[in-house]
């Protein structure tokens, strides 16, 4: 998938279409559903992200939010800026062609739609698929939600070219503001994915495969209901590291994805990123430095398994 190209053209008349009409950009969850929507069912489906002659050199990019409790308000935010992060990543030359996969995180325990997840896109089916999302509100009460689940479809229900052809990771961006479970459940599994598991996965295994295939993130936004909270930093700093990312401003989230991708990708240093964010008349500089100057100062590393390219993060890759 990622044929065709993001038009802000295209995004502005579905929102003046939607504004006239009073529709809302996330309707299907506005009208009631409290079923994934089909476009984004997990079951027995892989999410691939492919070159092609219109995007040879394809950089995947996952966008996974929390739903439930406050965090139901992120991707709402998100929809709205998604032509700033496009911009950046296109006009500014962060990623010569991004492919982005929007999904959502619940609670298998007891929400009804506890994993949804889109398809990688280059154009405005990317939007399409944020209106597919149920922004359900529930959760567990107990400060832990699924993103176990998540980690698990994204590592072994993916395929990504810029990874297999040129040993390049993708990008995963989780937002959220609770702990993972401390396994992936066999059960859960089953039921939401459709794989057959003969055993439990505990989370650092999972983590540790995921970031094998993604430069893995774990966003923290000021505002959700365990922002700043000791126990969430120090459980996901302890799976990520300096990935794991405290965001002072919810409305920065567009713009601290695309810088994390420019320095991933070697095209910006933080201080000209944060140079484009002003140039755009962008008004969250100052929270999207303070989230990525530990990431930065992280720097960036080489491969270790003998292939010629940069991979991305702060960890070792070893050798498959």
């Known amino acids: ?34 079923t994934v929507h089909p476009k984004l069912d997990p079951r027995g489906a892989v999410r691939e992200s492919r070159d092609s002659a219109e995007h040879p050199e394809s950089i995947s990019i996952a966008v996974l939010f929390d739903v439930t409790g406050s965090m139901g308000h992120v991707p709402r935010v998100l929809q709205t800026k998604l032509p700033k992060l496009l911009g950046l990543l296109l006009r500014n030359g962060y990623a010569r062609d991004p492919q982005i996969l929007f999904g959502a995180i619940g609670d298998a325990t007891c929400d009804r739609v506890p994993l949804q997840i889109g398809q990688f896109e280059s154009d405005n089916r990317m939007d399409d698929d944020l209106s597919r999302i149920v922004l359900e509100g529930g959760g567990g009460g107990q400060m832990t939600e699924s993103y176990e689940l998540a980690l698990y479809y994204m590592a072994r229900h993916t395929e990504l070219d810029c990874f297999t052809r040129r040993g390049r990771r993708g990008y995963l961006f989780v937002i959220g503001d609770e702990l993972a479970y401390d396994r992936v459940k066999a059960r859960e599994v089953r039921n939401v994915c459709g794989d057959d598991l003969s055993e439990d996965i505990p989370i650092r295994r999972i983590v540790s495969e995921v970031r094998r295939k993604f430069d893995t993130y774990y966003l923290l936004p000021r505002g959700a209901s365990h922002a700043g909270n000791a126990k969430v930093l120090d459980f996901w700093r302890g799976l990520l590291g300096q990935n794991a990312i405290e965001l002072d401003d919810p409305n920065a989230v567009c713009e601290t994805i695309a810088l994390a991708v420019g320095l991933g990708e070697a095209a910006i240093d933080l201080d000209a990123g944060l140079s484009d964010l002003a140039a ?23 491969s270790t398994w003998g292939l010629p390219t940069t991979l991305h993060g702060d960890d070792r890759i070893s050798r498959l």
């Open 1 to 34: 998938m990622g044929s065709g190209v993001w038009s802000t053209d295209v995004y502005d008349a579905a929102d003046r279409y939607r504004r006239s009409t009073g529709k809302s950009a996330f309707a299907y969850s506005d009208s009631g559903a409290r």
């Open 280 to 302: 755009a008349g962008s008004t969250v500089a100052a929270s999207v430095s303070s989230a990525l100057a530990p990431v930065e100062r992280g720097g960036r590393v080489l």
